[in-house]
Nanobody, 114 residues
C-alpha cells in the first residue's frame, strides 16, 4: 500500500491550496480515507474524513473552509483548503486502513504566513 501526498507549500493567510493523495495497493473505491495534520511537538489530529460512499466529516476548526473529495477513477484523495490561516500550518498526511492496519502517506508541509 502506498499513499503519496503532494500539493503543500507556502501561502499567505487567506489563500488556497489543494492537496492530493495518490494511492496504490488498495481497492480505493472501497476504502474510507482521511487527512490528518501535525504540528511539531503536537499530536496528529484528524482534519477531514470521507467514506467510500462520499460522506464527509470535518474538524470544527476547518468546517466551511476545507473540502475533502475523492476521485475513484484516479485512486486519488483531495483536500481543497480555502481561507487558510496561520494556525493551519502543519504537515498534512493522508490515511487509510486495510485489513485493520493503518497506512500513512509521507506528509506534505503546508505553511501559512500572516
Amino acid at each position: 500500500v502506498q499513499l503519496q501526498a503532494s500539493g503543500g507549500g507556502l501561502v499567505q493567510a487567506g489563500g488556497s491550496l489543494r492537496l492530493s493523495c495518490k494511492t496504490s495497493g488498495i481497492v480505493f473505491r472501497l476504502n474510507a480515507m482521511a487527512w490528518y495534520r501535525q504540528d511539531p511537538g503536537e499530536q496528529r489530529e484528524l482534519v477531514a474524513h470521507i467514506t467510500s460512499g462520499h460522506s464527509s466529516t470535518y474538524a470544527e476548526s476547518v468546517k466551511g473552509r476545507f473540502t475533502i473529495s475523492r476521485d475513484n477513477t484516479r485512486n486519488t484523495l483531495y483536500l481543497q483548503m480555502n481561507s487558510l490561516k496561520p494556525e493551519d500550518t502543519a504537515v498534512y498526511y493522508c490515511h487509510t486502513t486495510r485489513n485493520d492496519r493503518d497506512y500513512w502517506g509521507r506528509g506534505t508541509l503546508v505553511t501559512v504566513s500572516s
